[in-house]
């Protein structure tokens, strides 16, 4: 018997991304892969995102799902709800992608085929396995910072990744219910940083391929100093908190 292919549902969480997110939703599409579904989990977008999302469901014959929320409690949060319905949808592989364009949706193929190949829990599109890059337009000191954060979340939780707040990850089903995704309550990069170490205390194999990260093409960065500040704690509460599974 014929194997099929895999449901992949790419999970998008977007705010104010009316702009970016036809262009990734046409991206995605012209991949060519088999059974690929988009889920946009809008967070009550004042720009009409959560509008343009809708059409786009519309105009796809329901490639595009969209999950309204009513209020932006964070991309931790976003992502939970947009993993736990794309999980309850029957999904085998769940991918994590920006809206903002600044992960390669050419590089997908590339991630879903490795996550089976070398039996992998998770594929981490990384910026800093060899091949991988970081935008040019990047400032010294947000390269510097971004380098900084990940060599400090290795010192302290052994995670032994080198893109360790990496946002692109292509992920097995059976992996985010054995780390009981819903649970996570960690937000912004520490979201990331979270599911990786829920996966690695598992034993489970983190897998990372190259890719060059482009600055996000319209809109702003969300990066503010909450954020960071939460970012900076996290590894610590993770390692000494009980709410690890």
């Known amino acids: 018997m014929e194997k099929t292919s895999p449901k992949i549902v790419v999970v ?11 262009v990734l939703v046409s991206l995605l599409m012209d991949l060519g892969l088999p059974d690929l579904h988009i889920l946009v989990v809008d967070d009550n977008s004042p ?25 932006k409690d964070g991309l931790g949060r976003a992502y939970v709800a947009g ?19 600044s992960h390669p949706a050419s590089r997908l193929p590339v991630m879903i085929e490795t996550l089976f190949a070398e039996d992998a829990a998770v594929v981490i599109g990384s910026r800093y396995v060899a091949g991988g890059s970081l935008a040019t337009e990047w400032p010294w000191h947000r390269k510097a910072l971004s380098a900084w954060a990940n060599f400090y979340v290795n010192a302290i939780l052994r995670l032994r990744v080198k893109d360790a707040t990496a946002g692109f990850k292509a992920w097995r ?18 979201f990331q940083v979270e599911m990786n170490y829920r996966t690695v205390r598992r034993h489970l194999r ?3 391929v190259p890719i060059r990260f482009e600055e996000r093409v319209e809109g702003e960065s969300k990066l503010g100093l909450s954020v960071q500040i939460e970012s900076a704690l996290a590894p610590w509460k993770l390692l000494f908190g009980r709410n690890n599974h």
């Open 47 to 71: 720009d009409g995102t959560g509008e343009v999302a809708d059409k786009l469901s519309a105009d796809t014959a329901e490639t595009v799902g969209v999950l309204h929320r009513k209020e």
């Open 173 to 190: 089903a059976s992996t985010l219910k054995a780390i009981d995704v819903s649970s996570v309550r960690s937000n912004g990069y520490s």
């Open 12 to 22: 998008v969480p977007t705010y104010n991304e009316r702009t970016n997110l036809p």
């Open 83 to 101: 993993i736990t319905r794309a999980l309850a949808e029957g999904a085998d592989v769940v991918v994590q992608m920006d809206a903002d364009l």
């Open 206 to 208: 983190i897998v990372e």
